[in-house]
């Protein structure tokens, strides 16, 4: 079992609709969880992060957290073109390091 | 406002052949990470510095070596490349445990 595990889509959405993009893991002792945006050929740029059970809102990003669960997940409101690219779940685990899922590329189309 | 500057931006080596790839970043981070990133893999920490003076082996550390040379910069040595390392090298840092990295841009390595 991958320590974080993300469903590499294609995740196809409208423009407008929202998006949701999930992520588990399997350390239970992980504290801190991090979204991270990553367009093609650059590097990972840190969009959002949570640290405690329940939503935490930046603009159009919400990001949820359910440790009971070991569930993260990233909703995008208002989906635009602009947002395709892929969303990479990093999570800290007890050695204080973050461990990367593979990504989800997400779609947005007009 | 640099951030995280690596160099180079694309290197192609012979098999065998050495390099290192540097690092450097101007926020005054305690901790240097990296990664290589391969299609389908993810990232995956090869080496890290949690403090200056201090490195530690991650989870793909074989045929790599690292210095802290201080506290702005974290080199990664390649002694032998092989067509194996052929990947986008990243390196990042942050402030302290539990806080987000920021990333470099990236360095594209094409072992032939």
């Known amino acids: 079992q991958k320590e974080v595990e993300q469903n590499s889509g294609p995740l196809s959405v409208p423009e407008g609709a929202i998006a949701s993009l999930n992520c588990t893991y399997s350390?239970?002792?992980?504290?801190?969880f991090f979204w991270y945006r990553q367009y093609s050929g650059k590097s990972p740029e840190l969009i959002m992060f949570?640290?405690?059970?329940g939503d935490k809102e930046d603009g159009r990003f919400t990001a949820q957290l359910n440790k009971a669960s070991q569930y993260v997940s990233l909703l995008i409101r208002d989906s635009q073109p602009s947002d395709s690219a892929t969303y990479l779940c990093?999570?800290?685990?007890?050695?204080?390091?973050?461990?990367f899922g593979t990504g989800t590329r997400l779609q947005v189309t007009l | 406002n640099a951030g995280v500057t690596q160099t180079p931006k694309f290197q192609v080596l012979k098999t065998g052949q050495s390099m290192t790839l540097q690092c450097a970043q101007d926020?005054?981070?305690?901790?240097m990470y990296w990664y290589r990133q391969d299609p389908g893999m993810g990232l995956r920490l090869i080496y890290y510095?949690?403090?200056?003076?201090?490195?530690d082996k991650g989870e793909v550390p074989n045929g790599y070596n690292v210095s802290r040379l201080n506290k702005r910069e974290f080199s990664l040595r390649l002694e032998s490349a092989a067509p194996s390392q052929t990947s986008v090298y990243f390196c990042?840092?942050?402030?302290?445990?539990?806080?987000?990295?920021?990333f470099g841009s990236g360095t594209r390595l094409t072992v032939v």
């Open positions: 949570i640290y405690s059970n």
């Open positions: 350390d239970r002792g992980s504290q801190s």
């Open positions: 990042a840092s942050n402030q302290n445990e539990g806080s987000g990295y920021t």
């Open positions: 990093a999570v800290t685990g007890t050695a204080s390091k973050l461990t």
């Open positions: 926020m005054n981070h305690n901790s």
């Open positions: 510095s949690a403090s200056e003076g201090t490195t």
